[in-house]
């Protein structure tokens, strides 16, 4: 039996929905301010806004919000493949981002968060994992508790 550490599917569902609408919103809004930047006398660039403000409308809005829905997929895109995935089972623990998987067979000594880092010590006092991870200690903790692993509140003091 294992267990499996992940973002809530709220949050994974939110992402992909909220990132592409922010953006499309966002694109809107720097194209209000490219035509703000165009009417000025003088400012830097201007002639990248002058050309953003120049299509017709309704074309010139849609460009906006299609450009502000890509950029926002896009952004929703790298979340998803950075994001730490963390199973735990009573012989191993599966660290998996992206395309990359580690799987750790090894004799831990501990098992903590360092800030915004899952660290894994061997029972030799080796470092053999530290992933950054936006996992909170009450999700992590009971998984690693539940297989036997020690988990500890705080990172150990070093000797």
């Not at 067979?105 to 992933?131: N, S």
């Not at 297989?147 to 990172?155: A, K, T, V």
Request: net charge negative; aromatic share 8%; hydrophobic share 45%.
């Amino acid at each position: 039996m294992e267990t499996t550490v992940d973002e809530p599917s709220w949050l994974r569902t939110a992402s992909w929905i909220g990132c592409p609408l922010v953006g499309g919103g966002l694109g809107v809004g720097v194209w209000a301010i490219a035509a703000w930047v165009s009417t000025l006398d003088a400012f830097p660039f201007q002639g990248v806004f002058k050309v953003l403000t120049k299509l017709p409308q309704p074309w010139a809005t849609l460009a906006a919000v299609a450009g502000g829905l890509v950029l926002g997929l896009l952004f929703a895109a790298v979340w998803a493949h950075e994001r730490l995935v963390v199973t735990v089972s009573p012989t191993r623990v599966t660290l998996v981002r992206g395309d990359k998987t580690r799987r750790i067979e090894a004799e831990l000594d501990a098992v903590y968060l360092d800030g915004k880092e899952l660290v894994l010590h061997a029972a030799d006092g080796r470092e053999i994992a530290r992933e950054k991870t936006d996992l909170r200690n009450h999700e992590l903790a009971p998984a690693f508790a539940e297989h036997g692993y020690p988990w500890r509140d705080e990172p150990p003091v070093e000797r």
